[in-house]
């Protein structure tokens, strides 16, 4: 089974930077995709950022495109998502997410693993 923890989550201002962190444990599977999603209340979860296995390829939401970095250290088998100048809007409920299946995916149904969540709050 595989385990994944978010951190990093908060209440910060419009502008702010946040680091959000994901550690995966436990039975890998050499993972491919890891990827960043979030849901804000009422609304569906929506794709954020994905990084592959080598961390030589990402893609973003055009939402957070030249805001939000995501990358990846394999040796720790962590996932970061960098977020600067959050908005109010970016305001939600952050999810790690893991594939086994794919090297890169934006689409929910590609991941076969996920966190509990971390809240990030973006105050205007």
């Known amino acids: 089974q595989v385990q994944l923890v978010e951190s990093g989550g908060g209440l910060v201002q419009a502008g702010d930077s946040l680091r959000l962190s994901c550690a995966a444990s436990?039975?890998?599977?050499?993972?491919?995709?890891m990827g960043w999603f979030r849901q804000a209340p009422g609304k569906e979860r929506e794709f954020v950022a994905a990084?592959?296995?080598?961390?030589?390829?990402?893609d973003y939401a055009d939402s957070v495109k030249g805001r939000f970095t995501i990358s990846r250290d394999n040796a720790e088998n962590t996932v970061y998502l960098q977020m600067n100048s959050l908005k109010a809007e970016d305001t939600a409920v952050y999810y790690c997410?893991?594939?086994?299946?794919?090297?890169?995916?934006?689409?929910?149904?590609?991941?076969?693993?996920w966190g509990q969540g971390t809240q990030v709050t973006v105050s205007s």
């Open positions: 436990g039975r890998t599977f050499s993972p491919n995709a």
């Open positions: 997410a893991l594939s086994v299946r794919y090297g890169l995916a934006k689409y929910y149904h590609a991941y076969d693993y």
């Open positions: 990084i592959s296995r080598s961390g030589d390829l990402s």
